[in-house]
């Protein structure tokens, strides 16, 4: 469903998605659904073969990127892309905008065209993508989740002056355009200097960054290339920072674990190994390392003797009910008329069990699952399913809930 205000009807809709960073391998099935079902599709991506796709799956399809001039202020150009796909949907069109990346990590036009059609009463969504952040992590290989991570992009960075946190994962987007507002701006790189040295008073000349660009055609390659800061200064190391490229700057001073805090959150000897290992360069990567220590051997050890728990779930549905949770998943008509009215619609499946008709019926994510993933062949019995739907009220599949705190 899109996020639709209250007592809303207008007929137009806009979907926003990303196509991620490699050409379409990156595109989700969520993404593809609505590709071949939209009225339209306004698309900003950066390569021809995930354009070939797009308008592969649609033969509707309009390019955003003609709205880009070597003259002209970017944030024209995003003002533009945002309102030619709202013109759209105020004929009442279903639309959907692709943009390269997560559709909400550097994407202006993105956000705008979201915020202004749902504030006119149009529904309006925005889809999960793959982000220049996840192509990252996979490829460097570090846990975010540990020291944690700040994500900075460069003009922001400097404009605001903000301190890195020398503890922590730092990345830095979009450092060959810091400062640059249109496509015949300065130079790119021309303000680099000014980010070498906002990175040399946090972190000082010596510590090591990995300067990182993902890969986006097939059989290409990821470059992840480690530098000193120092380093960065140099002309030639300059040269090859493009639009695509990124910094990663690992901690430098790990705080060690607190005892006191550790002992009040009981942290024993097999907890403290998911904090992490002191991380070590290995080739291009700064990462934990593992290893066979003794509770490693130990639980290695027991590994041929696991006895699976009797609270284990194992999926039971039956093919009926495989196939319409999939097509509920990825078909967002089935999802609208599913919303509007899960009895009318679970009533025309075929070959459903009964409890399987009821679970759907209650449209609650608990009941479903219940009934789908079980502890025994038998399945769950009606009061079972009213209890879940008691006790879990709040897990009601249907539009997004808002609130306030104040």
């Not at 990567?285 to 490693?296: D, L, M, S």
Request: hydrophobic fraction near 40%.
């Amino acid at each position: 469903m899109t996020d639709r205000p209250s007592g809303i009807t207008k007929r137009g809709s806009l979907i926003i998605a990303g196509s991620g960073i490699a050409s379409v391998c990156h595109i989700t099935l969520e993404t593809v659904s609505c590709m071949e079902t939209t009225d339209k599709i306004f698309y900003l991506v950066t390569d021809p073969i995930t354009e070939a796709y797009i308008q592969e799956k649609n033969n509707n399809t309009f390019n955003l990127c003609k709205y880009y001039d070597k003259t002209k202020q970017r944030y024209q150009s995003y003002v533009e892309m945002a309102e030619v796909m709202l013109r759209e949907v105020r004929t009442g069109c279903k639309v959907l905008g692709i943009f390269y990346g997560h559709p909400g990590f550097f994407a202006t036009p993105a956000h705008r065209a979201l915020t202004l059609a749902r504030a006119e009463g149009y529904a309006a969504k925005m889809l999960a993508g793959i982000s220049s952040f996840d192509y990252m992590l996979s490829d460097l290989e570090f846990e975010p989740a540990l020291y944690g991570c700040t994500i900075h992009e460069a003009t922001d960075l400097l404009a605001r002056d903000r301190r890195l946190d020398p503890s922590a994962h730092n990345i830095i987007l979009q450092i060959a355009a810091a400062g640059v507002t249109t496509l015949e701006d300065e130079p790119e790189n021309s303000k680099l200097q000014l980010l070498v040295t906002h990175l040399e008073r946090d972190f000082g000349l010596d510590h090591k960054v990995i300067l990182y660009s993902g890969a986006v055609f097939p059989l290409s390659s990821t470059a992840m290339v480690v530098y000193t800061i120092e380093n960065l200064r140099n002309a030639q190391v300059a040269e090859g920072i493009s639009s695509s490229s990124s910094l990663y700057i690992p901690p430098r001073d790990i705080p060690p674990i607190n005892p006191s805090m550790s002992d009040q959150l009981q942290l024993h000897d097999y907890a403290l190994p998911l904090l992490g290992t002191p991380p070590v360069w290995e080739g291009s990567r700064f990462i934990n390392p593992v290893t066979y220590g003794p509770v490693e051997r130990r639980f290695v050890a027991e590994l041929d003797q696991h006895v699976v728990p009797g609270s284990h779930r194992t999926l039971h549905a039956s093919p009926a009910m495989r196939r319409f949770t999939i097509e509920l998943a990825l078909n967002r008509t089935t999802q609208c008329e599913y919303h509007k009215d899960p009895v009318a619609v679970v009533e025309s499946v075929p070959n459903l069990t009964d409890r399987e008709r009821s679970a759907l019926k209650l449209a609650h994510a608990g009941a479903i699952s219940l009934v789908m993933s079980r502890t025994s062949h038998e399945e769950p019995t009606e009061e079972q399913l009213a209890a879940v739907f008691e006790s879990e009220g709040d897990n009601v599949l249907g539009e997004p809930m808002y609130s306030a705190a104040f």
